[in-house]
Nanobody
Framework: QVQLVESGGGSVQSGGSLTLSCAAS????????MAWFRQAPGKEREGVAS????????HYADSVKGRFTISPGNGRNTVYLQMSNLKPEDTGMYYC?????????????????????WGQGTQVTVSS
């Protein structure tokens, strides 16, 4: 069984920074992509950032480009999301997701269904 555990969420004021962490455990030897999604109340889940764990290619939502950075930890089982210049519209539950054993090409954020493992989420609240 694969488990993803997020941490690092919290409450900050507009303009502040947070770093989220995601640690994967279990049989993750064939990890291809790790990503962060978020969901605000009453809104659909949206892709925020993704990284190919082999080559390191990254993709970002337009709304976070230049403010968020996704980066790998040791091996293919940890990923971070550094968030700076946070805005109230960044508020939401942030989920870590992973693709294992599936072929992925292009921008993973537009292929939500390909992610086969998800964490429980960590809340980020940005106040104005």
């Amino acid at each position: 069984q694969v488990q993803l555990v997020e941490s690092g969420g919290g409450s900050v004021q507009s303009g502040g920074s947070l770093t989220l962490s995601c640690a994967a455990s279990g049989s993750t030897y064939n990890s291809n992509v790790m990503a962060w999604f978020r969901q605000a109340p009453g809104k659909e889940r949206e892709g925020v950032a993704s990284i190919y764990t082999g080559g390191g290619n990254t993709h970002y939502a337009d709304s976070v480009k230049g403010r968020f950075t996704i980066s790998p930890g040791n091996g293919r089982n940890t990923v971070y999301l550094q968030m700076s210049n946070l805005k109230p519209e960044d508020t939401g539950m942030y989920y870590c997701a992973q693709v294992l054993g599936r072929l992925v090409t292009g921008n993973p954020l537009s292929q939500v269904a390909i992610f086969n493992y998800w964490g429980q989420g960590t809340q980020v609240t940005v106040s104005s």
